[in-house]
């Protein structure tokens, strides 16, 4: 870690690997366990499941960390963030900026979903120029939802 907090990596985000997996689904449950609003263990369940059958096998999924250990780790699907997850004992290192900034390089749009409860989330985003499209209902829980976007500011 460099000096006043922030994040180095040694490398830029890699392609997520098989050797990856367990761990990014430990990561994805504990991460959603400590953040805004509290879920059931249901819910949790059905995310992992859905995290190893859907979500991982048609997303882009980009990881730092080491091979088995990763930090954290974006999935994308097309320009639409299907999740960004930092391990809780690396938030705030720029790791999440350092995946972000990755997907903005590769997308001129991004969007995502973010529970309106999740003021951490929300506030990250903003931070990173995303602004509010949308508010809906998250229909397996009853959450609200917020739908927002970034947009490359254009060349001159």
Same mark, same amino acid.
């Given at each position: 870690? /460099?000096?006043?907090? =922030? ?27 400590? =953040?805004?609003? !509290?879920?059931?263990? /249901? ?9 190893? +059958? ?18 954290? #780790?974006? =999935?994308?699907?097309? =320009? ?22 990755? !997907?903005? $390089? ?16 929300? $506030? ?5 120029? #995303? ?11 009853? #959450?609200?939802? +917020? +739908? ?9």
């Amino acid at each position: 870690m /460099a000096a006043g907090g =922030s994040y180095e990596s040694a490398r830029p985000p890699r392609t997520c690997l098989p050797q990856d997996v367990d761990a990014l689904t430990r990561l994805y449950i504990d991460a959603l366990r400590h =953040s805004p609003p !509290a879920k059931t263990e /249901a819910f949790l369940t059905t995310e992992a499941k859905n995290l190893l +059958e859907i979500y991982l096998p048609n997303t882009t999924t980009m990881v730092i960390g080491k091979i088995g250990k990763p930090e954290g #780790f974006i =999935s994308l699907l097309q =320009s639409e963030i299907a999740g960004l997850f930092v391990h809780p004992n690396f938030h705030r290192l720029g790791i999440g900026t350092t995946l972000l900034n990755w !997907a903005k $390089a590769e997308h001129s749009e991004l969007c995502v979903e973010v529970f309106t409860s999740n003021t951490p989330a929300r $506030a990250f985003y903003t931070r990173q120029g #995303f602004q509010r499209r949308a508010k809906r209902l998250h229909p397996e829980t009853g #959450f609200d939802l +917020e +739908e927002l976007e970034w947009t490359q500011a254009p060349q001159d």
